[in-house]
């Protein structure tokens, strides 16, 4: 008897089941991990390994913002032969594919989480995922399922030439402030400036004790008597520009696109009527400045009527550089930056495909909007994008932030914006 | 549905042998019988009343059960048998002999009397007397003597209420036939003379001493050892499920949250869960690991669970309610060995031991059991980029526990415990929030001893608990990493005591008594990169009075408590109660008080970085040293029904209210430079706070049994409850507990060796407003809803041999999950799936 019951429940040991998977959980994100090789011969830095999506890159191959990022403690770096390497994982990733773009940060001073620290500055080591030693175009890498691509480098190898393009805009009239343009005098051309600064700005935290200090130096001063160090160009000196030598002080790196090297400026591949150049200048709409408290100055922007678009436009140097020498095809130096306003933006709205009589993509109806009177009034934020990848943004946290240096930064005019009407 | 599943039923009936006559041993029905031979007793009908106390042995042997039969032979003038019983009393309870060997030399005496025959002596004329005795004689004469010696032993002994012994009122007449024996009138029975004290049910949650359910102070639900022996079930929160006012929340199959009378949350914090008065609460964490606890459900005498406050008598956590899981005492019962196996991934098994001596009991179990998980969030097997923090990430909990008890009796009054556990487990639990589910690797020893004489009693007790826990699935290598190891101590002593006194026509009792309480945490990085070693002494001083004069009993209790970090005002915790016995099996009963929970160490010492999701961005949570206690206010109105053997009821109404819950405040952003030990940047910082938000709920509870006719036993509850949030002047419905609860269910042990038993549980619809951070860092809510649903679940069992030793059984929990996908009890929890379970349990 004993044994006829004792069998029956091996059986039951025995019905083992699968654990099912829930359906209702998300899918799991994915992982790339491999090495980051560094070449720089000084201390090992931190490194920055930021991943953004190959349909939007991350400037200067686009306008794309990171979507995660992780880190490599300097400790973590192994240094032979001039050559230091360390092991990363790149978590949080969902399905799709992906390019990779990282930094070391020499100088300590960047911050994902502050819009305005979120760069790399000058003298950083700068790379990514790239094709090949020979061919440093990023490489996009697909990731799936919740599966981990392994053994992707990420090499760190240009070092930084030039100081982020760290600026506040000018009026009409030169001074600081906040330039307007005018949907109704669109026919016309009409545009604004920007000019150089240098940063040094303290935050604080709430209790009032600073947490970061942010410094830049700048502003760049062209010197119109001292041609550029070497000159291979034999350009003359020049009030507006200097042939580019590194340089670690704010400056616009500016060129004049001439891949066809006929001599003349390339056109804009998307903007009729314009030259392709570098800086490229994105404006995106913020919204209407209005005064909460009611005290004379606007200190919020509302959406109203708009809250689900999402407004992003181009604006170009101007082409009064070239009349003022500026030469097509080499890159210099600038303080001041004249710009060209666009009359045109894109818009990006919430859509099923259905809906949509633009480019629609993930839930995202874009549409490009010609008829200035249809562009939103209100404040747009200035991002001017060197070609290094560099970017600076105004409106930007440190409009809040303390000044350390009166004299060289001004940190209220970080609030500046462009004002269309 | 996987084809497997299905076999199981089948492999379990393949267990099942013949059924034979059956023998069940219910106490319910062995209550209905005793209360029916003492109404037969009363009335004079002994025939009736033996009849009965005989089927009240047979169903459930008793001590005053066989002294009653003893005396019902005894009135019916059968004395054999009433001196066999008498006998078979003394040694059923050796601390009674004091009081029937009295009786027992009487009836003897009397048995030899009546047994010896006697003839007439022939009369003589007046004639000197013989000197030399006859036979007869000498047996009368001894006969007397015995019966003197046994009524001088009668009269100098204490009284026994049982047994009056009253003189004759004259001489005999004279020579009789018989064997007059003056004697024989001299034992009379005065009443009350049958025992009424067995079967009643005693609980000691309420109070810290035994007490009728119909005197106790507080709403208090019970479980008997044979409820948990009729559902088949192995796990505690389950057996939860059927008490009103308890809600369980299963989110994964390794860990439940209990809570009592609202506040369904995860990592519930406001119930108190003792095992024989100890705590088991982790007051790092503020929860009980309930598959980690040291015993079995073999073990398990009862559960008491009070539902209200409980601060006054047990102090902090025992703020909505206390379980009180309370094991068999050593030596009571038999030794037990038992498996079960079944799906999902089921099996386990343990062994009881058990004995006593004149002055020593003993206790020895060991066992395991483990349990796969509901579902998987991810199929591991096809993803490379999640590692799982325990080496199985299929089972839901694996423990290996052990425990042992021993009892000395000394000296009259004394009592002396040892006892020891400890377990090791393997654990999924989910924690609060974005934190998901975690597996917890934990060893578990409790050492602890009581040592009492009289009415005063010195405990102590020490819980060691070691560990880590980590995310269940984690990414590989992440900048900020959840895994951590634990070593947490409580030490625990407290000296009480107790006395009755009278004042006129008032009886009182008072207990009371002071405590002590060490908590130690170490190697906690939850608490800072260092992991700083956190201590925590605390004292409280308790009472509690009884007053009963006539049918009213007044009682008030008191209890404050030292706390390192909150001032002793803030900790006082007040009871009263008036309990109005409408008659013996009546009552009414009116009770208010407070309690409180003390935040944890966690909240109190936390310095954590919460992950956001982008590697090297976290937001940093500190705990906070001044916060207040959480606080609940509560009164009610009770009816407890036990007026006939063939049902019980309780109805009660109250209403909570409660402030000062501890939760997470917003997030503050902030800007901090890189942090090389965090391996990333600070975004902001939240902290733990006192939240605005007050709360008031009330409810209905009512809870049900019958028991119509041998064999069967009926039970239900109804449970209706709603907690209102206010803040600034707005009220939303906290519907993260059901409105509305009912269980009902039925068992039959029938004629043929055979239990058959069936549950349903019906809860409506809930709605969690979770609180999670948004893209902002602030703490926004979003409701989500889970729908009604219902736990059907029905056990067979039957024992095969003639001596009912060995026990098989089938079980299915949540049955109707066989034909769905089961359900969720909470948004971002696993779906609840069912169990097919076989298993064999056998007594010897």
């Not at chain 2, 507990?737 to 043929?752: D, E, I, M, Q, V």
């Not at chain 2, 069936?758 to 409506?764: F, G, I, R």
């Amino acid at each position: 008897m004993r044994t006829l019951t004792v069998l029956p429940l091996l059986a039951l040991v025995a019905c083992d089941e699968t654990i099912p998977t829930d359906p209702d959980f998300p899918s799991p994100d994915n992982t790339i991990s491999g090495a980051v090789v560094v070449s720089f011969p000084g201390e090992p830095a931190t490194a920055i390994i930021l991943a953004g999506r190959a349909d939007n890159p991350l400037p200067p191959n686009g306008t794309g913002r990171p979507v995660t990022l992780t880190t490599v403690p300097a400790a973590d770096f192994s240094q032979a032969n001039g050559v230091q390497s360390a092991d990363y994982a790149m978590n949080g990733l969902p399905d799709g594919d992906w390019l990779l773009s990282g930094l070391i940060d020499v100088d300590g001073d960047f911050h994902p989480n502050i819009d305005a620290l979120g760069g790399a500055t000058c003298g950083d080591i700068v790379g990514g995922h790239i094709v090949s030693l020979t061919d440093t175009t990023f490489a996009a890498i697909s990731v799936d399922g919740g599966n981990e691509a392994t053994g992707i480098t990420v090499t760190l190898a240009s070092t930084l030439p030039v100081e982020r393009p760290a600026f506040f805009p000018l009026t009409a009239t030169g001074a600081p402030g906040i330039p307007i343009v005018e949907r109704d005098r669109a026919a016309e051309p009409q545009g604004f400036a920007l000019q150089t600064t240098g940063v040094h700005a303290a935050l604080r935290r709430p209790d009032g004790t600073p947490s970061i200090s942010y410094d830049l130096e700048g502003p760049y001063t062209v010197d119109p008597e001292s041609p550029a160090e070497g000159n291979p160009f034999g350009l003359a000196p020049s009030p507006v520009y200097d042939v580019f030598s590194p340089s670690c002080d704010t400056a616009f790196f500016v060129q004049f696109l001439d891949d066809d090297a006929d001599g003349m400026p390339d056109p804009h591949p998307t903007v009729p009527g314009v030259f392709n150049s570098w800086p490229q200048i994105g404006l995106t709409w913020v919204g209407v400045p209005v005064d909460t408290n009611a005290d004379g100055t606007p200190d919020a922007f509302s959406r109203e009527g708009h809250e689900t678009e999402e407004w992003a436009a181009l604006s170009v140097v101007s082409p009064t550089l070239l009349q003022a020498g500026v030469p097509v095809g080499i890159p210099v130096l600038m303080s001041q930056l004249p710009v060209v306003w666009v009359p045109a933006a894109q818009r990006s709205t919430p859509s099923t495909e259905a809906d949509c009589t633009g480019t629609w993509a993930n839930d995202v109806c874009t549409e490009l909007v010609t008829t200035p009177a249809a562009l939103p009034t209100g404040a747009w934020a200035i991002t001017v994008i060197e070609s290094t990848g560099q970017t600076w943004t105004v409106p930007n946290t440190l409009a809040t932030s303390s000044s350390t240096d009166a004299a060289g930064f001004i940190p209220a005019l970080q609030g500046s914006f462009l004002l269309v009407e | 549905m996987p084809r497997q599943r299905w076999l199981l039923p089948i492999c379990g009936l393949l267990a099942l042998a013949l059924p034979f006559t059956a023998q069940a041993d219910p106490k319910d029905d062995a209550r209905r019988h005793f209360r029916a031979g003492l109404e037969a007793a009363r009335e004079g009908d002994f025939d009736g009343a033996l009849e009965r106390f005989m089927a009240a042995q047979d169903t459930y042997p008793h001590p005053v059960t066989i002294y009653n039969i003893a005396r019902a032979y005894q009135d019916m003038g059968d004395l054999d048998n009433a001196l066999e019983y008498y006998e078979l009393y003394r040694d059923a309870d050796p601390s009674k002999a004091d009081d029937v060997d009295p009786v027992i030399a009487v009836i003897r005496a009397r048995r030899d009397a009546q047994n010896t025959p006697v003839e007439a002596e022939a009369t003589t004329p007046a004639t000197a007397p013989t000197t030399t005795a006859s036979s007869a004689d000498v047996a009368r004469l001894r006969a007397l003597v015995g019966e003197m010696e046994a009524l001088v032993e009668q009269i100098t002994a204490e009284p026994d209420p049982a047994v009056a012994v009253v003189a004759p009122e004259g001489p005999s007449d004279g020579p009789t036939d018989t064997v007059t024996d003056p004697a024989a009138d001299l034992l009379i029975v005065d009443a009350p003379s049958f025992q009424d004290d067995a079967y009643e049910r005693v609980v000691v949650t309420a109070s810290r001493f035994g007490q009728s359910p119909l005197e106790s102070p507080s709403t208090i639900g019970v479980i008997t050892a044979e409820d948990i022996r009729l559902s088949g079930l192995t796990t505690i929160p389950d057996l939860l499920r059927r008490v009103a006012g308890v809600d369980v929340m299963a989110k994964s199959a390794g860990h439940s949250d209990i809570s009592i009378r609202g506040f369904n949350r995860e990592l519930s914090n406001k119930v108190l869960v003792l095992v024989d008065g100890r705590s088991t609460t982790l007051d790092f964490l503020g929860t009980t690991l309930w598959n980690g606890l040291p015993i079995s459900v073999d073990e398990i005498d009862r559960i008491e669970v009070i539902r209200g406050p409980g601060s006054a008598v047990y102090g902090a956590n025992a703020m909505t309610g206390v379980v009180n899981i309370i094991t068999r005492t050593p030596g009571d019962g038999g030794n037990t060995v038992s498996f079960n196996a079944g799906t999902p991934g089921i099996v386990g098994g343990s062994a009881l031991l058990t004995g006593r001596n004149e002055n020593d009991a003993w206790r020895l179990s060991v066992g395991w059991q483990e349990h796969d998980r509901w579902g998987s969030e991810v199929d591991l097997d096809a993803t490379t980029s999640r590692v799982g923090f325990l080496e199985d990430t299929d089972t839901a909990y694996r423990t290996l526990r052990a425990n042992g008890r021993v009892d000395h009796s000394f000296l009259d009054k004394g009592l002396a415990s040892f006892s020891g556990s400890f377990s090791d487990s393997d654990v999924e639990i989910y924690n609060i929030g974005v934190l998901g589910n975690f597996g917890t690797e934990i060893l578990q020893t409790v050492l602890r001893t009581d040592v009492g004489y009289g009415p005063v009693l010195l405990r102590a007790f020490w819980n060691h608990d070691v560990g880590r826990t980590g995310p269940w699935v984690a990414p590989l290598n992440p900048a900020q990493s959840l895994d951590t190891p634990f070593r947490a101590d409580t030490f625990d002593v407290e000296l009480s005591g107790n006395g009755d006194y009278t004042t006129g026509p008032v009886e009182h009792r008072t207990f009371g008594g002071v405590g002590y309480r060490r908590k130690e945490l170490r190697d906690f990085l939850y608490m800072g990169d260092d992991a700083p070693t956190i201590t925590q002494d605390h004292f409280n001083a308790f009472v509690n009075h009884e007053s009963t004069v006539g049918v009213v009993k007044l009682v008030g209790s008191l209890r404050a408590d030292a706390h390192p970090l909150i001032p002793v005002s803030r900790t006082i915790s007040p009871r009263a109660a008036a309990i109005v016995r409408i008659d013996d099996d009546r009552a009414i009963r009116v009770n208010g008080g407070s309690a409180f929970r003390g935040p944890t160490l966690i909240e109190s010492y936390m310095n954590f970085r919460i992950p956001t999701g982008v590697d090297g961005v976290y937001i940093r949570d500190f705990g906070s040293e001044t916060l207040l206690p959480e606080r609940i206010l509560t009164a009610e109105v009770g009816y407890h029904d036990e007026s006939s053997a063939l049902h019980t009821a309780d109805v009660v109404v109250y209403v909570n209210q409660i402030t000062n819950l501890i939760g997470l405040d917003s997030v503050t952003p902030t800007a901090e430079p890189y942090e090389p030990g965090g391996q990333g940047w600070e975004a902001g910082r939240t902290g733990w706070v006192n939240t605005d938000p007050s709360y008031l709920g009330w409810g209905v509870e009512a809870e049900g049994e019958l028991f119509p006719v041998d064999g069967v036993d009926l039970y239900g509850t109804v449970n209706i409850s709603s907690v209102i949030e206010r803040e600034a002047g707005v009220a939303v419905a906290d519907r993260s507990t059901s409105l509305f609860k009912t269980t009902t269910g039925a068992s039959w042990r029938t004629p043929w060796r055979t239990d058959i038993s069936a549950d349903l549980q019906v809860y409506s619809n809930q709605t969690w407003r979770l609180r999670q951070f948004d893209s902002a860092g602030q703490i926004g809510v979003s409701p989500s809803p889970i729908g009604a649903r219902a736990i059907l679940s029905a056990r067979i069992a039957f024992r095969p041999l003639p001596d009912e030793k060995l026990e098989l059984s089938v079980q299915g929990w949540n049955l109707g999950a066989l034909a769905s996908d089961g359900f969720r009890e909470h948004p971002t929890g696993q779906r609840v799936r069912s169990r097919l379970t076989g298993a064999l349990r056998y007594t010897f």
